[in-house]
């Protein structure tokens, strides 16, 4: 409970970051961390064709250096883009020049990519910032967090206890969190369809930022 649907204290670390959306709205919200990678990115794209939903994929700056084709991919087929600095580094781990650096390196490549962002997301690795990281941030970007992590990134779950993760937690307004990595592919290939269909099944839309 405490990782899959973090309790309101540690939504008060960052008052100004998006826990979650508007709850009176039958709505929630896909996002996908740490890529863009060609060997999972694009059949999450494909399935999310497929049921006709937009998403948010939080990029990793340096994965988008090696990849831009895929970032391409992501941005024409309709979905939205936010910052995961440029090295998927922790705040908790590194200084705050080194943590700001690598957020404004990871900025700059998706502008370099796609042109100005009016109004940049972002989202902190392992969602966590030290107080200085974190107002620095706050002063540039949209801070999004999430109501819902389906933990698909786990050794110790299989596909069918992520979406049980899913359909658990899920409520209106709910940022869902899956990730496009090497370490998520086996799981996400059977959950992320199966949770697509059962949130449309209990009549829930899906949005970005």
């Not at 389906?150 to 779950?157: A, E, G, H, N, P």
Request: a positive charge.
């Amino acid at each position: 409970m405490l990782i899959e649907q973090p309790p309101r204290l540690l939504r008060r670390l960052y008052p100004r970051a998006f826990w979650r959306m508007d709850s009176s709205e039958r709505a929630v919200y896909l996002t996908f961390d740490d890529g863009p990678i060609p060997e999972v990115t694009p059949w999450v794209l494909d399935i999310l064709d497929q049921y006709g939903v937009k998403a948010t994929f939080f990029m990793v700056g340096d994965n988008i250096r090696k990849h831009p084709e895929v970032f391409h991919e992501v941005v024409r087929r309709g979905h939205c883009v936010g910052n995961h600095t440029f090295h998927h580094i922790s705040g908790h781990i590194h200084g705050d020049f080194h943590f700001k650096n690598d957020v404004d390196e990871c900025q700059a490549i998706i502008e370099k990519e796609m042109g100005p962002v009016s109004s940049p997301v972002f989202r902190p690795p392992h969602g966590w910032m030290k107080v200085n990281q974190y107002r620095y941030v706050a002063k540039r970007y949209r801070i999004v967090m999430w109501d819902l992590v389906t933990r698909d990134y786990s050794t110790r779950l299989n596909a069918d206890d992520v979406l049980a993760n899913v359909k658990r937690y899920a409520r209106p307004g709910s940022i869902i969190t899956f990730h496009d990595s090497l370490k998520s592919q086996e799981k996400i290939r059977t959950a992320l369809p199966a949770a697509i269909e059962w949130l449309k099944e209990q009549g829930y839309s899906f949005k970005t930022f």
